[in-house]
């Protein structure tokens, strides 16, 4: 569903990221981790197609994103870490603006937007404006809007920030249910609790190069610490590289 074939990115000086190769399968949550500037954001931005690879390609359900971008965008959900919204309109008014623009059928908007707001927990703020949600409102209504069009993949970039326990519960919840139905979920986060409790599949990134990937447990067993937490392993790899 997700393929990054000799990915790089330039910027100026500093070259983002390196030679990065990633295949990720239909249904599976991948989890992206890596201390701060270690090319995370880039990467998803080039996935997501905001940003343009100096090199390589991005395939999204056999799409280049390059040559297909609208295509291509039509098949994710992309929920950045920063979202940006129209705070002067209405939660449901905001959903309808999303849907137009991906091509949502009328018919169908309504009850998209019901359902959506409901698993959100924002049925009873439909109505009111943006500017009077919280911020773990507004990471919802976010996420709300990514699923209208019933995308294929998921990107997202540290969704939990400001959710309270339960929202955060509500968003494991959701990805996981979401990919038994085989949708898949890219998830680039520093909760490393987060990344162990809920990812098949783990990729480390440092100075804009994919040091390792593998399942939490078979990382922890390349370390021989099988006791240790993803923390311990995180640090370790990240040190060393």
């Given at each position: ?49 905001i940003l ?43 959903l ?21 707001l ?20 507004k990471q ?11 995308p ?5 970039d ?14 494991k ?50 370390l ?13 790899l990240?040190?060393?590289?």
């Open positions: 569903m997700i393929e990054l074939k000799d990915l790089n990115k330039q910027y100026s000086k500093t070259r983002a990221v390196r030679d990065l190769n990633l295949k990720i399968s239909s249904g599976e949550i991948f989890g992206f981790i890596g201390p701060n500037g270690a090319g995370k954001t880039t990467t998803i931005k080039m996935m997501g197609g343009i690879p100096t090199s390589g390609t991005v395939h999204i359900c056999g799409l280049n994103i390059k040559d297909h971008p609208e295509a291509a965008k039509q098949k994710i959900g992309f929920i950045p870490d920063r979202p940006y919204l129209y705070e002067k309109l209405t939660g449901m008014e905001f309808k603006f999303i849907a137009d623009l991906y091509g949502v059928a009328r018919n169908t908007f309504m009850e998209k937007a019901h359902r959506n409901e698993m959100f927990t924002l049925a009873d703020w439909g109505d009111e404006l943006i500017e009077a949600y919280s911020h773990g409102m919802r209504l976010i996420m709300a809007a990514a699923l209208l069009h019933d294929a993949v998921i990107i997202v540290e969704p939990m920030v400001g959710l309270d326990p339960l929202g955060i519960k509500l968003v919840d959701l990805f996981r249910r979401l990919a038994r139905t085989g949708v898949t979920v890219f998830l680039s986060t520093h909760t490393l609790q987060v990344a162990e409790d809920l990812c098949d599949r783990i990729g480390i990134i440092n100075k804009g190069r994919l040091i390792t990937t593998g399942s939490p447990d078979s990382l922890k067993r390349d021989q610490k099988e006791d240790a937490d993803l923390e311990h392993v995180f640090l370790r990240t040190q060393n590289a």
